[in-house]
């Protein structure tokens, strides 16, 4: 991900915050404006600054949330495309498979604590 800024002073545009997703079948770019960008002077104030940070920050947040909702619309067509071809199956292993990606996004970012059955 890349802020860029016009450097003309002259441009009320606001910074954009650009993505850009690629893969061997597709490439998406994202793009934010970053609301409450700093004014073109060369010192900006410490109010101008947090504005732009906080600006900053809601763009990343609804960038990111924009890239989950395609990746996982992405994730989706090719479940459903790997189905249709065959990939993947319905074998055991398959169905295990599955169940343990289902799991793995369930437990994201939590520790996993294991029963020693004791």
């Not at 910074?15 to 793009?31: C, G, H, M």
């Not at 909702?69 to 199956?89: I, N, P």
Request: no cysteine; charged share 30%; glycine share 8%.
């Amino acid at each position: 991900m890349t802020s860029s800024s016009s450097s003309s002073p002259s441009t009320s545009n606001p910074p954009q915050l650009t993505a850009i997703y690629r893969s061997s079948k597709d490439t998406k770019e994202f793009q934010r404006s970053i609301e409450g960008a700093a004014t073109a002077s060369s010192e900006p104030t410490t109010k101008e600054k947090t504005a732009y940070l906080s600006g900053l920050r809601s763009s990343v947040t609804a960038m990111q949330d924009e890239i989950n909702v395609y990746l996982t619309q992405k994730m989706e067509e090719d479940k459903a495309s790997g189905e249709k071809s065959g990939v993947g199956g319905t074998s055991q292993s398959g169905r295990n498979a599955v169940t343990d990606e289902i799991k793995e996004e369930d437990l994201y970012g939590e520790e996993l604590v294991e029963d020693d059955g004791a």
